[in-house]
């Protein structure tokens, strides 16, 4: 079974920005949706971006309202790895941040993003 590997966590100032990298184990060309999620203190995870198949090679994302034009999801089918650019940071978006492949039924161990002055 594959595994997910995130990586890029922090710390980092309100107005900030991260790139979150999520390696995979093995090919990742063959999963059609590959998706972000987080989790913080105290609360449910919740799902933050997709990046879904529509073509042989193009792809869709869709992103949770909270982090519509602040996160960018893309995928890298060579590397095996799917990346989270995260601009615009706020608290509120301090969490644990996890990769999945919902139709394998993956996740990542998730990295520790943190905002604060």
């Known amino acids: 079974q594959g595994q997910l590997v995130e990586s890029g966590g922090g710390l980092v100032q309100p107005g900030g920005s991260l790139r979150l990298s999520c390696a995979a184990s093995?090919?990742?060309?063959?999963?059609?949706?590959m998706a972000w999620y987080r989790q913080a203190p105290g609360k449910e995870r919740e799902w933050v971006a997709s990046?879904?198949?529509?073509?042989?090679?193009?792809?869709?994302?869709t992103y949770a309202d909270s982090v519509k034009g602040r996160f960018t999801i893309s995928r890298d089918n060579v590397k095996n790895t799917v990346y989270l650019q995260m601009k615009s940071l706020e608290p509120e978006d301090t969490a644990v941040y996890y990769c999945?492949?919902?139709?394998?039924?993956?996740w990542g161990q998730g990295t520790q993003v943190t905002v604060s002055p």
């Open positions: 999945s492949a919902p139709s394998q039924r993956l």
């Open positions: 093995g090919s990742i060309f063959s999963i059609d949706i």
């Open positions: 990046i879904a198949r529509t073509g042989v090679t193009s792809y869709a994302t």
